[in-house]
DNA sequence: GTGGTCTAGACCACG
DNA sequence: GTGGTCTAGACCACA
C-alpha cells in the first residue's frame, strides 16, 4: 500500500487514513471496483488498531466513495463518485475562507495563493507514479 | 464585535476565535496597533469562558499576529505580520492537498477548484465591513 | 521521577516544570524517545493540577523538545533537539546580561562570573542519576 | 537617560527599569554618589506610572545600590556596593542552571556557552559609551 | 482594571 | 487509558 501515516501529527489516524484513500482514488491509483486491504489486513500492514481502519472504511462507506461487499471485501464504488454535494461545498469555502485569511495576513497575494491552490490540485492528481 | 462563533461546531470555539480575528484582520477590519478587547470583555460577549479567549489570544500572540501591550491590553501587532513561515506552507499545503484531492474525486475540475480559491480569497480581504 | 517543586517559589510551577524537564533531557537521565508520565499521573505525584502539568508540556511541545505520540503518550522528541535558535540566543544574552550585571557591580570578577557559568554548565549535564 | 524599556516584554517594567539602572552602574555610566532624576521626572520621561518607578527605586534601596537622601534626592549609594551575597549567589546559580540546560540541550557546547558568558560581561562593563 | 497562574471538575475524541 | 477542550471560580502581579 501507499499509505504513510503520521502518528505524530494533531490530525487523527483515520482522518489520515481517509485522505490518504481518497488521494489515492484522486490520483487514478485507486479505480472504480478495485479491492481494498480488509480492515484486519490493513490495520496490521500499518500496525493500528482494527477500530482505527473500520472508522475510515465506514466514513468513506457513508460519503459514497468505497463500497462494502458481504464477500468481496472493501472495494472502491464502482459506480463513480458522489460528486460536489452542498455539505462539500460548505466544507470546502470554510477551510479555503481561513487558509485564505491566514495567508492574505501573511502577505501572499491573490496570484500566489491561486496558484498554490493549482499546483497542489494538479500534483495531487499525478503525483502518484511512484507508487 | 464582528465574532460568530458555531458553538455546536465540532471546531473548538479557540480555534474559531482564532480563524475570525485572523480573518478581520485580513479584511483589515482590524488594523495594526488596534486593540481588542479584554479577555474578560470578549468572553462576557461571546458568551464563552474567559479561558477559551485566552488560550485564542496567546495562540496569537505566538504566531507573531498580536501583541500584549502592557497597559494597553492586546493589541494587533504593530510592526507587520509575520509573512509566509515554511511552518505555514507546510500546512496550507497539507490542507490544499486534501481538500483538492476531495474535489478532484467528486469532478470539480482544476479550473473550478483554482477559482473557487481565488474567490474565496477576494471575499475574505473585502467582504468585510460591508455586511 | 527527579522532579523536585518549590510551590512557595515566584516562579511559576509550569515554568518550573519546563526547567526541571530540560535539565533532565541536559543531563542524560531522559533520552530521545523516553516516554514521560501522563499528565494526570505526572500531577498526581507532584500534588499539582494537571493543567499545570498539561501546559508545561505544551510549551516543550511547541519548543520541540517533546512530542506527542499518539497512543505511547508523551516522549522526549526522539528526531534530535531543536538547536540554537535565534530567539533562544536572544534570551540567553538578555538574561546573562541582567545577571552579569549585576554580578559585576557587586565586584564578581569576569574570571569568577565565566568560571561560575562554565561550573554550573558541567554540574547541569553530570551531576544527575549520582544524587 | 540611557533607559529604554519594552512594554511588549513579559519582563515586568519595574524589572526592566532595575536591571537597566544596574547595567548602568555596571558600566560605570552612573557612578557612586551620582544623582538619579527624581520618581516624578523619570516616571515622566519614561512615560509611566510614579508607582512603577517607585517599586524599581525601592528595591534598588533595599538591596543597597542606591541612597535616598531627603533633599538631595536619589543617587547611587556613595559608600560602594553590596557585594555577593548568598541570595545573589543562589540567584545567579539557579538562573545559570536553566540556561545552561537548554543551552547544553540544544547543542551549545561548554566552551561556546562559557565565552557567551564572558563576552556578555565583557559588553557589559564596557559597551556603554554611546549614551 | 489588565493578563497570568492555579485549582477543580467535567465531557469528548482517539485508539 | 490518553490528551484536548471547556467551564467555573479564585488569587496575584502589574500598572
Known sequence: MFI???????????????????????????????????????????GINLHTVNKSYNLLKQEGFLQVHRKQGVIVHPDGMPGVTEAFEAKLQRQLRSLAAEAAVRGMTEE?????????YRDTITNRGGG
Not at 112 to 120: C, D, K, M, P, Q
Request: glycine share 6%; charged share 30%.
Open 112 to 120: 500566489a495563493f491561486t496558484e498554490e491552490s493549482r499546483s497542489v
Open 4 to 46: 504513510e501515516l503520521d502518528l505524530q501529527s494533531e490530525t487523527p489516524i483515520y482522518a489520515q487514513l481517509v485522505d490518504q484513500i481518497v488521494e489515492g482514488i484522486a490520483s487514478g491509483e485507486l479505480k472504480r471496483g478495485d479491492p481494498l486491504p480488509s480492515v484486519r489486513r490493513l490495520a496490521e500492514e500499518l
